[in-house]
Structure formats: structure tokens, C-alpha cells
């Protein structure tokens, strides 16, 4: 089986189109890449929210999107993107995503050139067959993280990986946010994201309010909640809960990412903004229901997760009927924050 760059290939194009955590999942490998074959030109084929956030990073010379949420226009707008695509003459693609969306455009882009995960490892099996080569990988328990690196690599799971990813962060949005610590006196605060993706894999709002509360009286610690589009109701819960211990403001991906590196640590549960402080080197405590710590739990030896003492029996589900996997008390999250503070 070949791999998807060699010495020989000068330009490759990613596929990757959502969501954040994927995206911070897959970007080490990307980088390894570029690190690998310094000659390689990378392009990376995405959705639209992600283009700024993938325009910052290193070894990445170009970002195109593709949108499939819009319906009519959508559709034109898809095949214009592919005829450009086209154009560029890529010597290969590599989509990393798996489904019949991300591979039907990779195939679309280069047929004679197109690799992606093997029907075992594909989220979508059908999607296995839109490609020319199926990258097999043997080994199992792999976090996503090495799991995008031996795809990247065309199987090999040797590769050591490294969590953190390189940003360039204009210094608009780095002065912005000390502006916002300094105006609220925070000073390397730890950041609580109450919101999730899924509803199954948030904490509930009442136990965010109430770590807040403990941090800031116990330890003497501030505390930041974080959030993204549509979880301004989650920060106004808290807000409720506990007024003089809900301290936050807006931010997107990328100053997020710097507001990772001037905090202490971040509290998640698995959601981007926690693969976000990962690959920021900021510690994390995550609060793990449906998710498996071995495959999306945050990476590295400096991150603790905190799990239900009965594992959950459906991982990765959006939808549950019991949701006792997230029924973890606050005390032992607490205890997870103390460790990492002060070992």
C-alpha cells in the first residue's frame, strides 16, 4: 500500500470538513507532514466557520471551503469549488474524515490519486469506496490523534505524536483579550466550557456554577467561563446561579486559543475548546460520559479525566434515555483541579 506523500509529491490536498475537535485532531498530522516533506505544498478543504482558524496555522499554504448546509445556491457553489479544485493538479488527496460527503469531493478532485480510510475505519463505510487507496490500520485503541497520523502516514502507527499544534495569532485578537483580563483583574485564570456539541456529553449547568464557586472561594483562584455561538443560555444559567462567581466574555476560535495559553487550565467535557487547550499545551481536567478517554479524552500525561465509576454502555451517542455517565459529583472534579494546580 502506498502513502499519500512521498519524495515525488509537491502538492496534496486535505479533506477535512468538520467539526473543531477533528480539525485540532488532524492538524498534528498535517503538520508532520509539512515538518516531514518541507517541499510539500498543502491545501486544506474545509467548511466555512473553520477557514480563519486553519488560515492561521503553520505548514498550511491554502484553505478552500465547501458548503453543504446551503441548499440551492449550495449546490453550484460545490461544483464551482471542485472545478477550481481541479485546476490546482494535485498529485494526491487525502480525506481524513470518512463520510460520503468528504470523500465524494476528494474523489471528485483527484480520481487517479485519492486515499482515506479502509471500510473498517471509515465513519461512513460507503465512503471507503469513492477512494483509490484504502489506508488499513491494524491497531485499535488509538486515540484520534495517532489515528490521523498514521493516516496521514499511510498506516504507520510509530509515528510518536505531538498534541500541539502552531498558530499565528494576529496581535488584534492577542491585545483584545489581555484587554478583557485586564479589565476583569484575571490574572492566568482557569477556564470553565459548560457547552458541548452534544447534549449527552455536557455536565450539568448547576455543577459548572458550583465548581466556580469552590475554585474561586477555596482556592482563591479566578475562574473564566468560555462558550461558543448558541451557548449564550448555558453562561446565563450560571450566571443566575452563582452572579458574583460568572465571570466572561466572547471570544472565537482563534483568541480562544490565546486565552488558553494565559490560563491556568481548562475544565471541558469533550468538546473542541478542550482539544483546543490540548494543543495549546494548557492543562485540562475533562469530564467524560459518552466519550472514551483512550480515543478523544484529552492527550498527554499532564491532562487528567474525570469518569463514571460505571462506563458508559453506548459510547458516542448524541441521544440517551438514562445520561447517568454525566452524572459526576463536583467534589471529584474538584479534586482533579487541585492535582493539576498543585500536584
Known sequence: MSAPVNEQTRKILVVRLSSLGDLIHTLPAVQALGSRFPRLSIHWLTS?????????????????????KKRTSGIRGIFATIRMLRKEHFDSVL????????ALPARLVCGRS???????????????????????????????????LALAFGGDTGIRPDPAIRLKIEDEKTKRIDRELSRRLLVRPVLLN?????STKRWAIERFARLSRMIQTELQVPT?????????????????????????????????AYLCRQSRLMVAGDT???HLAVAMKTPVVAILGPALAWRTGPYGSRNLSVTHSTPCPHPYRRKCRDHFCMDIPVSEVFAKVKQILYG
Not at 48 to 68: C, G, H, Q
Not at 95 to 102: A, E, P, R, V, Y
Not at 125 to 145: C, E, G, M, P
Open 114 to 148: 485519492t486515499f482515506g480510510p479502509g471500510t473498517a475505519q471509515a465513519r461512513e463505510k460507503a465512503a471507503s469506496w469513492f477512494y483509490t487507496d484504502r489506508i488499513q490500520i491494524n491497531q485499535v485503541r488509538l486515540h484520534q490523534i495517532e489515528y490521523h
Open 194 to 198: 459548560p457547552g458541548g456539541g452534544w
Open 272 to 274: 473542541g475548546p478542550m
Open 48 to 68: 466555512p466557520p473553520y477557514r480563519s482558524f486553519l488560515e492561521a496555522a503553520d505548514n498550511i499554504d491554502k484553505v478552500w471551503t465547501i458548503d453543504f
Open 95 to 102: 480525506d481524513f474524515q470518512g463520510l460520503i460527503k468528504s
Open 224 to 256: 473564566l467561563l468560555t462558550y461558543g455561538p448558541g451557548e449564550e443560555d448555558l453562561i446565563g444559567k450560571i450566571k443566575e446561579l452563582e452572579p458574583d462567581f460568572a465571570c466572561f466574555f466572547p471570544t472565537d476560535i482563534l483568541e480562544l
